[in-house]
Structures are given as structure tokens and as C-alpha cells.
């Protein structure tokens, strides 16, 4: 069974000659390469876009390991794609393994230390290179153990243009699922949008496959990309976010937590490297706390979610399972992919407690960024009592603005709007149609 992941190859065509590499990023075996290689391809052929106008490289084959040296890769594409009357496709994936070569031709007592990366050639050099010409259009893939999001961007210059891939969506999931829609959110709450763990209909194998995805692919990742010598406090700071996603935290707090899990001290500093290495790989995405009456960011602490909620859930052996907190990041994930800007929202309410003027804090789920206007999402599983129903939109409440105000509950009830003007929907409808835009 084929996937159709038709929002990622709209993207790629609106892409096409337009200057720049497209770079395909995101977690590890979320489907890049079927993306490119296949996918799009196939679009492209529908086109009448003759086969012989299709350059593909993989460096993780054998057959191809010589074009990871960058030189060797350069001369081959020239060699390839000489006849200027043809216009063509190059793909290449995996192009984190091809390493960088030193230049001979260049005296490096000439060259000041803090240059010393000029003495190389890399594969940035020569796809900026290939670029300049005008009947080739470069698409290449990388996964995040030596090539991440951010270092390719600024690499690339304005000569790069990411497309961020993500797990199935649970529009994606439910498409093809065969399920009814809410059986469908069950079963992706469980085990997320991984495309191959979404294929696997054995419920154990698809447990075994996440939790070696986990250990033999993502850990040993991170490990071999920053050398660290072991992963047993990258994988007790692991489970200390899976447990906690949705929760306000920062690395002083997961320091102490991951400490605990180990019975052993480790330092802010080394958590704070490791949080960067987990969102740097895509396993995980941080969201800032807004100060929504103040209009400032608070610098210390911020929550985090899983970028899959299969892979969370596999990483603590698919034991906790607290409904509200998956919700919450299943709405988180769904907002970012969407391409909107995401932040924790907070309002602070001065207040009278016991003859004293007392600062309070209340939360607010998530506030969406759309220039000058915002959008609050409350995430609530339920609002069935007016007690219930007055404790979720207190926050809202009490923002100063006008700006529309939702609260998405669990299940699949359809749009309502109460006196106040707060929208209601339940988490299904919400995650099938656009409810930010209006």
C-alpha cells in the first residue's frame, strides 16, 4: 500500500526551477527518500518528463559511496547533465554522508585558524556550484545524525529552500486507514504516523519497531554525531520529556528529574546540550511561554512535545497514557505542520487573596501568531459542567483583546459558539479542516 502524501508533493512542484536546492528535512524514517525518489518522481513523469531526465544519487549504497567525496559527486553531475538541452531532475539522498575534502592548491600557512574550514571542499560548495546552472534543478534528503535543518540553512545561504517532512498527519492516517474516525484517533494516539509503523497491522510489531527506532537509530544517532560517550543520561532526559510533554519545564527541573531516573547528578549545562541535540534531530519541539498582556517572551521556561506521539508512547513502553496530555500534543504537532507560529500563552491576573494584592498566572494552551492578529486554542477534554466550562476559558477570558478564542474538546463535535463569543470543536473536525485561518 502506497501512502499519498500529496501536501509534501504540492510543495516540491510549486518548487520546481526555482532557483534554490530543495532540502528535505525531518526525523529519520519519516519518509524522505519515498518522498522524493518515488513520489514526486512519479508526479513528475505524469508530466511526460522522460526517465532519462532524472539524476539519482544515494550515497548509503554501495554502488554510489564514491560520490561522497564532493569532488568526485561534482564531476559526475557535470558529466551527466552536459546536454543543455535537456532540463534535469538531480536527487540525491542521504547527502550527510558525503564528506568534505581538503584542497590541495591552497598554502595553508596563508590561512588564518578561524578560516581553516576554507580549506575544504563539501558537498554545500558543490551543490551552491551546480546551482548556477540553468538545466539542473538539485533535490537532495538528509537525516539528522551528520546534516541537520539548521546547518543546512545557513550553509545554503539564500540559495536553500526547506521543506520540513513530518510523520502522517492524522488526516494523513485516516485516509487510508480503512477506520471510522474516531477508531482512527485511537489508534494514532497509540502508536502516531510513522509511515512504516502505520503500515505494520501487528500491534506487537509495531511496539517492536518504535522502540528500535528509538535505540538502534535515533540514540545512536545523537550519540556518533556529538560523540558523547554514552546515552544513558541523553536517554533518562529522554524519558523525563516523554513523560512530561505538555508540562511547563526547563533544564534545571530536568536535570534534577533525569537524575532521579539515574540516581546520579548531571548538570544544567549538559541537559541544556542535550535538549538542543533532541530538538536538532527532530525528536522533539519546544514552545515558548508568551506573555500575552505583557507582549514578552519569559527567557527560563517552556514546554516541550514529541514530534510522533508513537514514538513517545514507545519510549515509556506504552504505559502512560493521560489523555489530556497527548491531546495536547497531538494539537501541538498539528499547528507546526500547518507552518503556523506557535507559543505557550500566559495572562496574569493581579487579584485580591486574603487582603493582599497577589499576582496570578493562568495558562493558555497555545497562542498562533498570524502578524498583527493571534489565535488562542484552549486544549479541554471536556467542558460539561459550567463549573468545567468556566475553569478552561478562564484565561481566555481575561486576555484584554478581541482576538478569536477556541477551545477544542475530545471527540468530533461539530463548531458552536457560546454568548461570549468562544468557538467550540471537537478535536477531530479540528484536525480535518483549517479552523485558525476562519
Request: with cysteine.
Amino acid at each position: 500500500m502506497v501512502i499519498d502524501r500529496s501536501e509534501y508533493i504540492n510543495l516540491l512542484m510549486q518548487k520546481r526551477w526555482n532557483g534554490k536546492v530543495k532540502i528535505v528535512t525531518g526525523i529519520r524514517r519519516c519518509g524522505k527518500s519515498f518522498l522524493l525518489n518515488t513520489l514526486f518522481k512519479q508526479r513528475l513523469m505524469e508530466e511526460n518528463i522522460s526517465s532519462d531526465c532524472f539524476l539519482e544519487i544515494a550515497l548509503d549504497k554501495k554502488s554510489d559511496i564514491k560520490y561522497r567525496n564532493p569532488n568526485q559527486l561534482y564531476d559526475y553531475i557535470i558529466e551527466q547533465t552536459k546536454d543543455t538541452s535537456k532540463r534535469f531532475y538531480v536527487m540525491i539522498d542521504e547527502i550527510q554522508l558525503s564528506y568534505k575534502v581538503k584542497n590541495d592548491d591552497t598554502d595553508e600557512s596563508l590561512v588564518p585558524e578561524e578560516d581553516r574550514d576554507m580549506l575544504y571542499t563539501t558537498f554545500y560548495d558543490v551543490l551552491n556550484d551546480l546551482m548556477s546552472r540553468s538545466n539542473i534543478d538539485i533535490y537532495v534528503t538528509g537525516s539528522n545524525s551528520k546534516m541537520l535543518s539548521k546547518d543546512i540553512v545557513t550553509n545554503f545561504r539564500d540559495r536553500g529552500t526547506e521543506i520540513r517532512v513530518y510523520p502522517l498527519s492524522y488526516s494523513e492516517y485516516l485516509s487510508f486507514s480503512g477506520l471510522e474516525k474516531t477508531d482512527a484517533l485511537e489508534q494514532y494516539l497509540m502508536y502516531g504516523g510513522m509511515p512504516l509503523a502505520v503500515l505494520e497491522h501487528d500491534e506487537s510489531e509495531k511496539r517492536k519497531y518504535l522502540q528500535g527506532l528509538f535505540t538502534n537509530v535515533y540514540m545512536k544517532d545523537i550519540v556518533e554525531r556529538y560523540m558523547l560517550k554514552d546515552d544513558v543520561v541523553l536517554s533518562a532526559l529522554v524519558d523525563a520529556l516523554s513523560s512530561s510533554v505538555g508540562s511547563l519545564t526547563n533544564p534545571h527541573k530536568l536535570a534534577s528529574t533525569a537524575a532521579t531516573l539515574l540516581d546520579k547528578s548531571t548538570s544544567d549545562h549538559t541537559v541544556k546540550k542535550y535538549l538542543d541535540y533532541l530538538e536538532d534531530s527532530f525528536l522533539f519541539n519546544s514552545a515558548k511561554r508568551y506573555n500575552v498582556k505583557g507582549r514578552k517572551y519569559f527567557d527560563t521556561i517552556q514546554k516541550y512535545y514529541a514530534i510522533d506521539l508513537g514514538l513517545r508512547n514507545a519510549k515509556l513502553n506504552f504505559r502512560q497514557q493521560e489523555r489530556s496530555h497527548l491531546m495536547e500534543n497531538l494539537l501541538y504537532n498539528e499547528l507546526v505542520r500547518k507552518g503556523y507560529s506557535v507559543d505557550v500563552g500566559v495572562v496574569e491576573i493581579e487579584q485580591m487573596q486574603n487582603g493582599k494584592r497577589k499576582q496570578s498566572q493562568y495558562e493558555i494552551d497555545f497562542v498562533i501568531n498570524l502578524g498583527n492578529e493571534k489565535v488562542y486554542i484552549q486544549s479541554a477534554l471536556n467542558v460539561d459542567t459550567p463549573e468545567k466550562k468556566a475553569q478552561e476559558t478562564f484565561s481566555l477570558h481575561n486576555t484584554g483583546d478581541f482576538f478569536r478564542k477556541i477551545v477544542v474538546l475530545d471527540g468530533k463535535q461539530k463548531m458552536w459558539v457560546d454568548d461570549d463569543g468562544v468557538i467550540y470543536v471537537g478535536v477531530i473536525p479540528f484536525l480535518l479542516n483549517d479552523y485558525i485561518k476562519g
